[in-house]
Protein backbone atom coordinates (compact mmCIF):
# COMPACT_ATOMS: atom_id res chain seq x y z
CA UNK A 1 0.00 0.00 0.00
CA UNK A 2 1.36 3.34 -0.58
CA UNK A 3 1.37 6.59 1.99
CA UNK A 4 0.83 9.14 1.07
CA UNK A 5 2.11 12.08 3.77
CA UNK A 6 0.62 15.57 3.42
CA UNK A 7 2.65 18.89 5.13
CA UNK A 8 1.97 20.57 6.62
CA UNK A 9 -1.12 20.22 8.58
CA UNK A 10 -2.25 22.93 8.89
CA UNK A 11 -1.45 26.49 6.91
CA UNK A 12 -2.57 29.58 8.14
CA UNK A 13 -2.25 32.54 5.71
CA UNK A 14 -3.69 35.40 4.24
CA UNK A 15 -5.38 36.22 0.76
CA UNK A 16 -3.18 37.05 -1.90
CA UNK A 17 -0.12 35.35 -0.51
CA UNK A 18 1.08 32.54 -2.51
CA UNK A 19 1.51 28.70 -0.76
CA UNK A 20 2.67 25.16 -1.69
CA UNK A 21 1.17 22.09 -0.06
CA UNK A 22 3.33 18.95 -0.09
CA UNK A 23 2.20 15.32 -0.55
CA UNK A 24 5.05 12.54 -0.50
CA UNK A 25 4.61 8.88 -1.48
CA UNK A 26 5.90 5.77 0.94
CA UNK A 27 6.96 4.54 -3.06
CA UNK A 28 6.74 5.58 -6.53
CA UNK A 29 3.28 6.92 -8.10
CA UNK A 30 2.75 4.52 -10.69
CA UNK A 31 2.61 6.94 -14.21
CA UNK A 32 1.82 9.83 -12.10
CA UNK A 33 -1.60 9.34 -11.22
CA UNK A 34 -1.32 11.47 -8.65
CA UNK A 35 -4.85 13.83 -7.96
CA UNK A 36 -5.65 17.20 -5.52
CA UNK A 37 -8.90 17.42 -4.13
CA UNK A 38 -10.41 20.82 -1.83
CA UNK A 39 -13.16 20.21 0.51
CA UNK A 40 -15.39 22.46 2.45
CA UNK A 41 -17.02 21.88 4.99
CA UNK A 42 -20.71 19.86 4.74
CA UNK A 43 -19.54 19.39 0.73
CA UNK A 44 -18.16 16.43 -1.35
CA UNK A 45 -14.31 16.66 -1.89
CA UNK A 46 -13.50 18.62 -5.60
CA UNK A 47 -11.32 17.31 -7.97
CA UNK A 48 -8.52 20.12 -8.78
CA UNK A 49 -5.59 18.30 -10.52
CA UNK A 50 -5.30 14.79 -11.86
CA UNK A 51 -2.05 12.69 -13.60
CA UNK A 52 -0.28 15.44 -11.14
CA UNK A 53 -0.17 18.63 -13.50
CA UNK A 54 -3.40 18.35 -15.17
CA UNK A 55 -5.88 21.17 -14.13
CA UNK A 56 -9.51 19.60 -13.91
CA UNK A 57 -12.44 21.53 -15.69
CA UNK A 58 -12.96 24.65 -14.55
CA UNK A 59 -10.62 25.14 -11.79
CA UNK A 60 -8.53 28.68 -12.16
CA UNK A 61 -5.74 28.38 -13.50
CA UNK A 62 -3.90 30.22 -9.87
CA UNK A 63 -3.98 25.97 -9.28
CA UNK A 64 -1.42 24.13 -10.56
CA UNK A 65 0.39 20.99 -9.68
CA UNK A 66 3.52 19.18 -10.07
CA UNK A 67 5.87 16.37 -9.59
CA UNK A 68 6.74 12.99 -10.31
CA UNK A 69 7.78 9.60 -8.14
CA UNK A 70 7.27 10.12 -4.66
CA UNK A 71 7.28 13.68 -4.28
CA UNK A 72 4.22 16.23 -5.54
CA UNK A 73 3.14 19.71 -4.83
CA UNK A 74 0.06 21.72 -5.26
CA UNK A 75 0.65 25.59 -5.60
CA UNK A 76 -1.85 28.25 -5.44
CA UNK A 77 -0.21 31.51 -6.85
CA UNK A 78 -2.42 34.08 -5.17
CA UNK A 79 -4.82 32.99 -2.41
CA UNK A 80 -8.77 34.01 -2.58
CA UNK A 81 -11.19 33.62 -0.15
CA UNK A 82 -13.31 30.80 -1.06
CA UNK A 83 -9.35 28.88 -1.35
CA UNK A 84 -9.75 28.48 2.43
CA UNK A 85 -10.60 24.45 3.03
CA UNK A 86 -8.96 21.16 3.48
CA UNK A 87 -6.76 19.96 0.61
CA UNK A 88 -6.48 15.94 -0.03
CA UNK A 89 -3.74 14.06 -2.55
CA UNK A 90 -4.93 10.71 -3.53
CA UNK A 91 -2.89 8.48 -5.86
CA UNK A 92 -4.95 5.85 -8.24
CA UNK A 93 -2.01 4.19 -10.10
CA UNK A 94 -2.04 1.47 -7.21
CA UNK A 95 -4.52 -0.81 -5.31
CA UNK A 96 -5.57 0.12 -2.30
CA UNK A 97 -6.12 3.60 -3.75
CA UNK A 98 -4.93 5.97 -1.40
CA UNK A 99 -5.52 9.27 0.14
CA UNK A 100 -3.03 11.65 2.11
CA UNK A 101 -4.10 12.85 5.40
CA UNK A 102 -4.73 16.54 4.51
CA UNK A 103 -3.65 20.08 4.87
CA UNK A 104 -5.94 22.35 6.24
CA UNK A 105 -5.83 25.56 4.77
CA UNK A 106 -7.06 28.43 7.06
CA UNK A 107 -7.08 32.47 6.85
CA UNK A 108 -4.30 34.25 9.28
CA UNK B 1 -25.47 17.61 -16.30
CA UNK B 2 -23.43 14.51 -14.36
CA UNK B 3 -25.29 13.29 -11.49
CA UNK B 4 -24.92 10.93 -9.03
CA UNK B 5 -27.42 10.57 -6.16
CA UNK B 6 -26.64 8.46 -3.56
CA UNK B 7 -29.56 6.68 -0.51
CA UNK B 8 -29.95 4.06 1.78
CA UNK B 9 -27.75 5.16 4.66
CA UNK B 10 -28.97 5.46 8.24
CA UNK B 11 -28.90 3.96 11.44
CA UNK B 12 -28.24 -0.17 11.75
CA UNK B 13 -26.58 -1.95 14.61
CA UNK B 14 -23.09 -3.73 15.00
CA UNK B 15 -23.16 -6.53 12.98
CA UNK B 16 -26.05 -5.70 10.71
CA UNK B 17 -26.48 -4.89 6.68
CA UNK B 18 -27.60 -2.40 4.72
CA UNK B 19 -27.60 -1.45 1.13
CA UNK B 20 -26.16 1.56 -0.27
CA UNK B 21 -27.37 3.08 -4.03
CA UNK B 22 -25.89 5.31 -6.29
CA UNK B 23 -28.50 6.42 -8.87
CA UNK B 24 -26.18 8.06 -12.15
CA UNK B 25 -27.49 10.62 -14.82
CA UNK B 26 -25.71 13.02 -17.41
CA UNK B 27 -23.30 10.71 -18.92
CA UNK B 28 -22.93 7.04 -20.02
CA UNK B 29 -22.79 4.61 -17.16
CA UNK B 30 -21.34 1.93 -18.76
CA UNK B 31 -18.03 4.07 -19.85
CA UNK B 32 -16.55 4.73 -16.30
CA UNK B 33 -14.73 2.78 -13.46
CA UNK B 34 -17.07 3.99 -10.37
CA UNK B 35 -16.16 3.68 -6.59
CA UNK B 36 -17.07 4.24 -3.22
CA UNK B 37 -15.13 6.69 -1.37
CA UNK B 38 -16.27 7.02 2.64
CA UNK B 39 -15.08 9.85 5.23
CA UNK B 40 -15.80 9.41 9.07
CA UNK B 41 -16.97 12.37 11.14
CA UNK B 42 -14.18 14.79 11.38
CA UNK B 43 -11.81 12.52 9.14
CA UNK B 44 -9.66 12.25 6.07
CA UNK B 45 -11.04 10.58 2.99
CA UNK B 46 -11.20 6.50 2.72
CA UNK B 47 -11.19 4.80 -0.45
CA UNK B 48 -13.78 1.69 -0.46
CA UNK B 49 -14.30 0.15 -3.35
CA UNK B 50 -14.29 0.02 -7.34
CA UNK B 51 -15.80 -1.66 -10.15
CA UNK B 52 -14.80 -1.68 -13.73
CA UNK B 53 -16.98 -0.24 -16.23
CA UNK B 54 -18.43 -4.08 -17.48
CA UNK B 55 -18.56 -5.49 -13.78
CA UNK B 56 -15.59 -7.77 -14.62
CA UNK B 57 -13.15 -6.30 -12.13
CA UNK B 58 -13.56 -5.28 -8.46
CA UNK B 59 -11.42 -4.03 -5.69
CA UNK B 60 -11.45 -2.99 -2.16
CA UNK B 61 -9.83 -1.94 1.08
CA UNK B 62 -8.83 -4.75 2.94
CA UNK B 63 -11.08 -3.63 5.75
CA UNK B 64 -13.96 -4.28 3.82
CA UNK B 65 -13.22 -7.35 2.09
CA UNK B 66 -15.07 -10.14 3.14
CA UNK B 67 -18.07 -8.12 4.00
CA UNK B 68 -18.68 -5.41 1.01
CA UNK B 69 -19.69 -6.31 -2.14
CA UNK B 70 -19.68 -3.40 -4.99
CA UNK B 71 -22.32 -4.09 -8.12
CA UNK B 72 -23.71 -2.17 -11.15
CA UNK B 73 -26.47 -2.17 -13.25
CA UNK B 74 -25.60 -0.70 -16.30
CA UNK B 75 -29.01 -1.11 -17.60
CA UNK B 76 -30.25 0.92 -14.89
CA UNK B 77 -27.30 3.15 -14.54
CA UNK B 78 -26.97 2.09 -10.76
CA UNK B 79 -24.04 1.56 -8.55
CA UNK B 80 -24.91 -0.29 -5.08
CA UNK B 81 -22.79 -1.38 -1.78
CA UNK B 82 -23.91 -4.18 -0.12
CA UNK B 83 -22.14 -3.77 3.66
CA UNK B 84 -23.04 -7.08 6.05
CA UNK B 85 -21.13 -8.06 9.15
CA UNK B 86 -21.48 -3.82 10.06
CA UNK B 87 -18.73 -2.27 12.15
CA UNK B 88 -18.86 1.08 14.80
CA UNK B 89 -15.63 1.88 12.52
CA UNK B 90 -17.62 1.57 9.52
CA UNK B 91 -19.13 4.70 10.44
CA UNK B 92 -18.91 7.55 8.47
CA UNK B 93 -20.39 9.73 4.73
CA UNK B 94 -20.32 7.35 1.19
CA UNK B 95 -19.66 9.52 -1.48
CA UNK B 96 -20.29 7.47 -5.03
CA UNK B 97 -17.62 8.80 -7.44
CA UNK B 98 -17.24 8.41 -11.02
CA UNK B 99 -13.48 8.42 -11.59
CA UNK B 100 -12.42 11.11 -10.25
CA UNK B 101 -14.32 14.47 -11.17
CA UNK B 102 -17.77 13.19 -10.11
CA UNK B 103 -18.98 13.13 -6.48
CA UNK B 104 -22.12 12.61 -5.05
CA UNK B 105 -23.20 14.37 -2.08
CA UNK B 106 -23.38 11.18 0.18
CA UNK B 107 -24.70 9.37 2.27
CA UNK B 108 -24.57 8.83 6.11
CA UNK B 109 -23.93 5.23 7.97
CA UNK B 110 -24.05 5.35 11.18
CA UNK B 111 -23.26 1.63 12.78
CA UNK B 112 -23.91 2.18 16.60
CA UNK B 113 -26.21 0.21 19.07
Known amino acids: EIVLTQSPGTLSLSPGERTTLSCRASQSVTSSALAWYQQKPGQSPRLLIY???TRATGIPDRFSGSGSGTDFTLTISRLEPEDFAVYYC?????????FGQGTRLEIK | EVQLVESGGGLVQPGGSLRLSCAASGFTFSSYWMSWVRQAPGKGLEWVAKIKQDGSEKYYVDSVKGRFTISRDNTRNSLDLQMNSLRAEDTAVYYC??????WGQGTPVTVSS
Open chain 2, 97 to 102: VRHWAY
Open chain 1, 90 to 98: QQYGSSPIT
Open chain 1, 51 to 53: DAS
